[in-house]
């Protein structure tokens, strides 16, 4: 027996081991682009698993079953927060787009199967492909499970969804980004770099309350002596701070009879102090010089010359320097800053002494613009930096510390999993016809339920960030492979018939919703043009959109239309996948 005969045996005994080498060569070419758009994992991973299942490998059927839903509720969860914010406050016609956005993917792929002639099988991979959603391939099968059919006839259906979903989806990947960042701004006659500029400056973009991009979060330390006569003199440090106008300065410590002390905001400056003040470079740039000067007049930078002799020359105090500061990610929980600006926020207590570096939402780890007109939500992870004291208390405003740990609730996943899918499993009856979730569909409602919880009451649920994107990834790409695997005899006969006239008409189901979607975003909700195309690229989960749209806007503006509709979306076109089965089963 050959090496290549022994390899291909050992895989028909042990198809674990074809799992795996499945997913390796997934992973491995999944991973190359071209101008940031490539095959990606799961596309890269079907293809191997139908050239692997060449061999004719069988597996058993609970294990797709049990990863798919391990991939579902970890969708929902991720998304929760978001989706229950998109649908209850003031995301609500951004999630009410993701609705519309979503119906017209789904019928336009069902119009063309209808009039195609595909069947049951070949529509639900055309949707899956043309779409980017892969997860409805799951739902798509327990439907067709569901439909009472003969063995042999469900089992050929089953097999033909990856020939669809393999032949439209690059096109659903790489014309859906085309359509979007290209051909969109062009057909809506949309400027998006000047666009972007003029949100932002509505958005407060050119004031430095809190940190207009970035003053919250490129920030240095200083140590300054207060000179004889100084008008900073008697004031409590808070009050001084106030002085250097619109912008955010903190007296952290100080030196007083050589001894270094703590500030705080009604400590009350001395002559001969050396102070350490926290702030962007740009505003402590404005305070150092040869008699530097703050400004009496709130507003004028010019008028910081103006004054009498505030603070003396900078001088070099290493030990009160070193002040003790960390990173730190807050986990947004308290409905009091819910929907609340950085400006706002700026003026609470609990911000004194704390920068803003970063503000990460949604499942897919979208970074928010850091501008005073941004609001936070619950659900939001902002990286703090300050004095440890400083962190603790703004943590305390804002929700809880999200210290980086490698443990997950394993009782609480099993625990939410086997709940949504029980309930999934439950099936009603109406007009004789049997209508369920499914388990699969459990999983996923489980994880929205139990996700939103998660964000506001972070007592239990914990599933680290790796953790979920391990369920999420590798969950889907195990089911995937496993149907790649499976369908990967039949795969060759039928791109041969299919191919061409596939290939087509899963372009056009990819284009068509979205150019309506993009003119009924900007005409009928009248969304800004800065934010419009990326609230279509979240309703139509494409990330590569996203990406090639902030590129062009040369701002990360659009993002913040994304996660909203991301959410909604993520979740409507992976039910599809089981409502478009029971529409055609219907009508045939």
Not at 38 to 59: D, E, K
Not at 538 to 557: E, F, K, N
Request: proline fraction near 4%.
């Amino acid at each position: 027996m050959g090496m290549a005969s022994w390899i291909a045996a050992t895989l028909r005994q042990y198809p674990e081991i074809a799992i795996f080498l499945t997913l390796a060569l997934g992973y491995y070419f999944g991973k190359f682009t071209f101008k940031g758009i490539g095959l990606g994992s799961v596309t890269a991973t079907l293809l191997a698993g139908v050239l692997i299942g060449q061999l004719g490998i069988t597996i058993s059927a609970p294990l797709k079953a049990t990863v798919f839903l391990l991939f579902l509720f970890a969708v929902g969860y991720g998304v929760g927060p978001q989706f229950v914010r998109g649908v209850a406050k003031d995301g609500l016609p951004q999630a009410l787009f993701s609705v519309v956005q979503c119906v017209l993917c789904l019928l336009v792929p069902v119009v063309i199967a209808k009039f195609a002639g595909y069947d049951l099988g070949y529509a639900a991979g055309l949707y899956s492909g043309s779409q980017t959603i892969s997860a409805a391939l799951g739902l798509s099968t327990d439907a067709i499970n569901r439909l009472g059919l003969a063995a042999a006839d469900a089992k050929r259906l089953i097999d033909s969804m990856p020939i669809a979903y393999a032949v439209t989806y690059m096109f659903g990947t790489v014309g859906s980004a085309i359509v979007i960042a290209l051909v969109g701004p062009a057909l809506l006659r949309i400027d998006l770099v000047a666009a972007c500029k003029e949100y932002e400056e509505k958005q407060g973009g050119k004031k430095e309350v809190g940190g207009a991009g970035t003053a919250w979060h490129r920030w240095e330390m200083r140590a300054f002596r207060v000179p004889p006569g100084a008008r900073v003199i008697g004031l409590r440090a808070i009050e001084a701070e106030a002085m250097v106008p619109n912008a955010r300065v903190f007296v952290q410590r100080l030196r007083r009879d050589g001894v270094i002390e703590e500030a705080t905001a009604d400590t009350v400056l001395r002559e001969g102090d050396v102070v350490a003040i926290a702030g962007s470079r740009e505003a402590l740039v404005s305070i150092i010089g040869e008699r530097a000067k703050v400004a009496a007049v709130a507003g004028s930078r010019d008028s910081l010359t103006k004054a009498a002799s505030e603070v003396s020359i900078e001088v070099d105090d290493p030990e009160l320097l070193s002040v003790p500061v960390e990173g730190v990610d807050v986990y947004v929980t308290n409905k009091e800053v819910d929907g609340k600006t950085l400006a706002e926020l700026a003026q609470r207590p609990g911000s004194r002494g704390v920068f803003l570096r970063r503000i990460t939402r949604g499942a897919t780890a979208t970074t928010i613009p850091i501008l005073p007109n941004t609001q936070i939500y619950r659900g939001d992870i902002v990286t703090l930096v300050g004095r440890t004291q400083d962190i603790a208390a703004a943590s305390k405003m804002l929700g809880v510390m999200d210290r980086p740990t490698d443990i997950a609730d394993v009782a609480f996943i099993g625990g939410a999993i086997t709940l949504g899918a029980l309930v999934g499993a439950l099936v009603l009856k109406v007009s004789g016809v049997p209508l369920t979730l499914s388990t699969a569909g459990g999983a996923l409602i489980a994880g929205l339920v139990f996700g939103w919880l998660r964000s506001v009451r972070p007592l239990f649920g914990r599933i680290p960030s790796p953790t979920v994107w391990f369920m999420n990834s590798v969950g889907l790409n195990i089911f995937i492979a496993v149907v790649g695997i499976s369908a990967g005899p039949g795969f060759v006969n039928g791109l041969k018939t299919q191919g061409i006239g596939l290939f087509l008409w899963g372009a056009v189901a990819t284009t068509l919703p979205l150019v309506f979607g993009m003119f009924i975003g900007k005409y009928l909700f009248r969304f800004h043009d800065a934010i419009l195309l990326g609230i279509l690229s979240g309703a139509r989960t494409t990330t590569a959109s996203l990406g090639l749209v902030c590129d062009r806007a040369q701002s990360q503006i659009p993002a913040l239309g994304y996660t909203v509709t991301y959410a909604v979306g993520n979740t409507l076109l992976t039910i599809w996948g089981m409502v478009l089965i029971m529409v055609l089963a219907r009508g045939q």
